[in-house]
């Protein structure tokens, strides 16, 4: 498997009836095929920011949240799009204290 590639979820609340138009827009970077798959794939996207940005400023009313999960080097990150706009936050992983050994 390729160090690059990411598990990509894409969740949203795009209506049913401007489900074929905002998929069509995707397909315009040839990424429709995320709505295929119940919004779940894995692959390289190395231009997505740029791309959920386009999309999701052309369907202002609706929002869109992108998770990646890298293949490379666990890291985990959400990013939420909405008319132009994106905010990310990245998973923070804890370590629990150990208990006693007995």
Known sequence: MND??????LEHNVTEDALQEVRNCFDLFDIGFIFDNGGASLFSWYEHEGEMRYVSQ????????LTGI?????????????????????????????????
């Open 58 to 65: 052309h369907f202002p009313e609706f929002t869109f949240t």
């Open 4 to 9: 690059d590639t990411t598990h990509y979820t």
């Open 70 to 102: 890298g293949e490379s080097n666990g890291e985990m990150w959400k990013k939420r799009f909405q008319a132009g706009q994106v905010e990310e936050v990245r998973a923070e992983i804890v370590w629990p204290e150990f208990e006693e050994l007995t």
